[in-house]
């Protein structure tokens, strides 16, 4: 019954934005952690952000920082990655995923199994 959808993916330039969109069905996601990840063509899956649902704290990768902003909108059940300043090694499928727990791992991008749901993913291509 639990379901993520991400939305927001496509083409952009480098140097341009996009926002990703996470809606949630089957559960109150305030009451979780949601992290977003990419997989770029050819290596890992990598931890971009991820939002605890109790304070709101947020957590980026170190590459994502400043040109990043991940949110939730409750009252809509949906997390959203706001992307500026796109690269072209940002270029990946983004995923969304619910954490098992209400707060963010200390070490959250690396226990990716901490996250049990996980969407189909949403394509973002930036090209130079």
């Known amino acids: 019954q639990v379901q993520l959808v991400e939305s927001g993916g496509g083409l952009v330039q480098a140097g341009g934005s996009l926002r990703l969109s996470c809606a949630a069905s089957g559960f109150t996601m305030d009451y979780y952690a949601i992290g977003w990840f990419r997989q770029a063509p050819g290596k890992e899956r990598e931890g971009v952000s991820c939002?605890?649902?109790?304070?709101?704290?947020?957590y980026y990768t170190d590459s994502v920082k400043g040109r990043f902003t991940i949110s939730r909108d409750n009252a809509k059940n949906t997390v959203y990655l706001q992307m500026n300043s796109l690269k072209s090694e940002d270029t990946a499928v983004y995923y969304c995923?619910?954490?098992?727990?209400?707060?963010?791992?200390?070490?959250?991008?690396?226990?990716?199994?901490?996250?049990?749901?996980w969407g189909q993913g949403t394509q973002v291509t930036v090209s130079s």
């Open positions: 939002i605890s649902s109790s304070d709101g704290i947020t």
């Open positions: 995923a619910k954490d098992r727990f209400s707060v963010c791992s200390s070490r959250w991008e690396r226990n990716q199994h901490q996250f049990g749901n």
